[in-house]
């Protein structure tokens, strides 16, 4: 035999011996392949929150049975590698909502929704616990940055101008703070221990009344906590927006001075506070007050401020809630920060679900666990043109059928937002739905109502009016989804935020800056949910008058972490720093989803971190008012009102407005070419050069010389900006952009305004 005869029968004899594993190593591989099918498939299941409408007159006799109806709209067959299909399902509500979560693929649910009593599903959405959320939101982190940079603000007086205070707070405990500064003249006029180490001083100024300045309103609290508040680990409102409650200069030193009571706020009572806090010793003075554009020599606040600022006091206001109408701001001193409100990034979610299946997102912050998620019967309050009814005043649905009914109410009209919901409630309705008008637009609030309500945008309004008449059953339900963090879109800026230009003087950009001041929780002196022996209590409140004390408690940082800084420089620092866009990346919008302009903006959204290190600031000393307030066209003694001192403008050189020493360019522009100075002073590097960028369209701008270059910390150096009208025509009455100042580590940007005449 050959060997390749021998080599033949080898393989013929191995052939036959190892056929049978061939051919089970061929079922091997096809179990193989159609198990890693499976296995791609489970790896492409999602949770998906599934909610269902209970058949009418459904009871279930346990859990079980439940159970049992819920799994009846899960595939009744599986092909994953996860099991049998009552492993997929994730859980099984009860109270909190009729409908489960389970681990579904997408056309599963497509199926699903061909079943009676499917209302919708979506992909579950990652939560986490967060602090009340806005230092986390501004860059505010324990351990670093600024916070570290500045011991917390630690040994800075931060003294309130507002309702009082509850001193027995958490908020106010004074747990790891030290003694205040040997220089505080303050006192206390509470009983016994409440005044503290944080609590350092609270007084009453109210005229009229004897008592200690309890805050019986909430607002003073409010604020006080939120501008520096101690940390208070668990803090949340009906169980939304649980984390840890801390205000922006937690180490910082609280005076309460009560100015306010349910019958307003006294010009003289707020004066005499004013004067009493400049003589106590604080460093930052926050008023979170509305009293409208007035001649400063006219107005109470500008008076008192100026008297601050010559003793070294920054002094942080509120710009109104008056918008979004334009020309509407309060406070518009140049030697005031002027404060603007922002949304942050958390919504507290509700949404209206219709019974056509379309849903609308909106936002509440009373989510009740026992409120039942199925349709109920859907009315518009307004029907048939009651604009009185729909717009869910008191009394104004006592002669509506609106019993177990949802409720469609108007925002505005003069009437609380809560309040519209307890005309509902009062009426026997089940709940609301609360639309903005036009105005108002997208900008929606969570607040504490009396009932299970929703308040959604205007568009989504509209389309819930044309459901409501295309059919003679509308139905509805609202669905609670909780607190949701990280929105594109912040921050917006809020539509009640009041705008320029500035009345009072048109040649000074305000507002300055905008901050978060929309559904901010904070510390409250009661608990809004009727819980009794509870001290930790919060609530979610939106206005200027919360963005305000957010600023001010910022200020209250840099001024610890840069003690030499005037009032001028801080307020400098935090407006070059500014950022102008959200979270996205695109620009800052208004309430209308449109680029914000910048007499909404003022110099941008603030943002602590780089506020800390501007490189360049804008600095000014009382004296250099003088000059502008002359170039106002007010009398000697109507200056000597503000400034206490004589004054003799016809002695003095005045300027424009322009020409103030101020972050922004606020100018009218005819056919001639305007052309102001500005001294910036080096808080950086010694050695470092700044190239000026130019951003405007519509108007020319040379800044000369175009590279400054320091040698020194606080050098100062000068340059000159002049604005011309571009040769292309422009139709708008405004123009808007920035001149930017950068290095090699820094951007100092001054926001543009041109009035085109």
Known sequence: MTMQQTNSSIIKMASKIFRPFSNIMCILYVIYMLFSSALVRADNLETFIVHLSLPEGRVFADAEEQKSWYGSFLPTTTTTAAGDVSSRLVHSYR????????????????????????I???????????????????????????????????????????????????????????????????????????????????????????????????????TASTAAGN?????????????????????????????????????ADILAAMDAAVEDGVDVLSLSLDGGSADFFDDGIAIGAFAAIQKGIFVSCSAGNSGPFNASLSNEAPWILTVGASTIDRKIVAAAVLGNKDFYTGESLFQPSDFPYEYMPLIDAGAGGNVTAGLCGPGSLDNIDVKGKIVLCQ???????IA???????????????????????????????????????????????????????????YFEGTVIGSPSAPTVASFSSRGPSLASPGILKPDIIGPGVSILAAWPVSVENKTNEKATFNMISGTSMSCPHLSGIAALLKSAHPDWSPAAIKSAIMTTAGQLDLEGGPIEDERHLPADIFALGAGHVNPSSANDPGLVYDLRPEDYIPYLCGLGYTDQEIQVIVRQHVSCSNTTSIPEAQLNYPSFS???????????????????????????????????????????????????????????SATRVNDTYAQGAIVWRSAKHAVRSPISAKLV
């Open 667 to 725: 100018v009218e522009l005819g056919p001639a070419a305007k052309t102001y100075t500005r001294t910036v002073t080096n808080v950086g590097e010694a050695n470092s050069t700044y190239a000026v960028e130019i951003k405007t369209q519509d108007v020319h701008v040379e800044v000369t010389p175009a590279t400054l270059s320091f040698t020194e910390v606080n050098q100062k150096m000068t340059y000159q900006i002049s604005f011309s009208k």
């Open 95 to 118: 109270n909190v909502a009729t409908g489960f979560a389970a681990k579904l693929l997408p056309e599963e649910v497509k199926e699903m929704e061909k079943k009676d009593g499917f």
């Open 231 to 267: 940390f208070v680990p668990g803090a949340n409102v009906f169980g939304m927006a649980n984390g840890t409650a801390v205000g922006m200069a937690p180490r910082a030193h609280i005076a309460m001075y009560k100015v306010c009571s349910e019958d307003g706020c006294s010009d």
């Open 420 to 478: 519209k919901g307890q005309t509902v409630k009062d009426a026997g309705g089940a709940a609301m739905i609360l639309t903005n008008d036009e105005q108002n637009a997208y900008d929606t609030i969570a607040d504490s109502h009396v009932l299970p309500a929703t308040h959604v945008s205007y568009d989504a309004g509209v389309k819930i009016r044309a459901y409501i008449n295309s059919t003679s059953t509308p139905w509805a339900a609202i």
């Open 120 to 222: 919708f599903a979506r992909p579950q959405k990652k939560l986490a616990l967060h602090t009340t959320h806005t230092p986390n939101f501004l860059g505010l982190h324990q351990n670093l940055g600024v916070w570290r940079g500045s011991h917390y603000g630690e040994g800075v007086i931060v003294g309130l101008l507002d309702t009082g205070i509850a001193p027995g707070h958490p908020s106010f405990d004074d747990e790891g703070m030290p003694p205040p500064p040997a220089k505080w003249k303050g006192k206390c006029e509470f009983n016994g221990t409440s005044c503290n180490n944080k609590l350092i001083g609270a007084r009453n100024f109210v005229g009229g009344s004897t008592g200690p300045p309890v805050d019986d309103e909430g607002h003073g609290t409010h």
């Open 411 to 417: 925002r505005g009209g003069g009437i609380a937002r």
